[in-house]
């Protein structure tokens, strides 16, 4: 048949692959998805950046969602998230007195944005490869079009991955500081 050479030569770099992925993926350890506590103000200072998207529930109950711009010795100011129409005015930064915080949480840091990214640039990649092969040969492109297809959706699953991978190792843990706890 035509194709054998093609479907063979597919078949061993699919398991390849494969097994490789297998292979990382039982040496490398996930990261543990808890929780940890924070005590103090200092290490809630240690913890804290400007930028870190964070709730808080004050102590009259009303939760408040935001970025954090400042966290001072006596209050903290956050930047709203929820998205105001034109039409209503009111403050886009709040300041809340630490003596009103119940607690404050930040959550953990989705790593969907680097598998986002690895994907694409697996796509791009597995496309490039594709363009190229019709530079080069568009008359029999009914044997060759299947490997490459194959190959683009490898390379995709394969940048995912990676860029999970990468996104996983450098995000944020889950933060909790309650106020009982100072």
Same mark, same amino acid.
């Given at each position: 048949?035509?194709?054998?050479?093609?479907?063979?030569?597919?078949?061993?770099?699919?398991?390849?692959?494969?097994?490789?992925?297998?292979?990382?993926?039982?040496?490398?350890?996930?990261?543990?998805?808890?929780?940890?506590?924070?005590?103090?103000?200092?290490?809630?200072?240690?913890?804290?950046?400007?930028?870190?998207?964070?709730?808080?529930?004050?102590?009259?109950?009303?939760?408040?969602?935001?970025?954090?711009?400042?966290?001072?010795?006596?209050?903290?100011?956050?930047?709203?998230?929820?998205?105001?129409?034109?039409?209503?005015?009111?403050?886009?930064?709040?300041?809340?007195?630490?003596?009103?915080?119940?607690?404050?949480?930040?959550?953990?840091?989705?790593?969907?944005?680097?598998?986002? *990214? #690895? !994907?694409? $640039? +697996?796509? @791009?990649?597995? /496309?490039?490869?594709?363009?190229?092969? =019709?530079?080069? %040969?568009?008359?029999?492109?009914?044997?060759?079009?299947?490997?490459?297809?194959?190959?683009?959706?490898?390379?995709?699953? *394969? #940048? !995912?991955? $990676? +860029?999970? @991978?990468?996104? /996983?190792?450098?995000?944020?843990?889950? =933060?909790?500081? %309650?106020?009982?706890?100072?």
């Amino acid at each position: 048949m035509k194709g054998d050479p093609v479907r063979s030569m597919l078949i061993q770099v699919t398991s390849a692959i494969s097994s490789a992925i297998v292979a990382l993926s039982a040496i490398g350890a996930s990261p543990a998805i808890a929780q940890t506590r924070v005590t103090s103000l200092e290490e809630l200072r240690h913890e804290l950046a400007a930028g870190d998207l964070i709730t808080i529930v004050t102590s009259a109950g009303q939760p408040v969602a935001g970025r954090l711009v400042r966290l001072g010795d006596a209050d903290l100011d956050v930047q709203l998230v929820n998205k105001r129409s034109r039409r209503e005015h009111g403050p886009g930064d709040l300041t809340i007195p630490m003596n009103a915080i119940q607690s404050i949480e930040r959550p953990r840091d989705s790593a969907r944005d680097g598998a986002k *990214i #690895g !994907a694409g $640039i +697996g796509a @791009a990649y597995g /496309a490039a490869m594709f363009v190229h092969a =019709i530079v080069i %040969d568009r008359n029999e492109m009914d044997e060759w079009a299947p490997f490459y297809a194959g190959a683009t959706a490898i390379s995709c699953g *394969i #940048g !995912a991955l $990676i +860029g999970w @991978a990468i996104d /996983a190792g450098r995000s944020k843990p889950h =933060i909790r500081f %309650d106020a009982f706890s100072r």
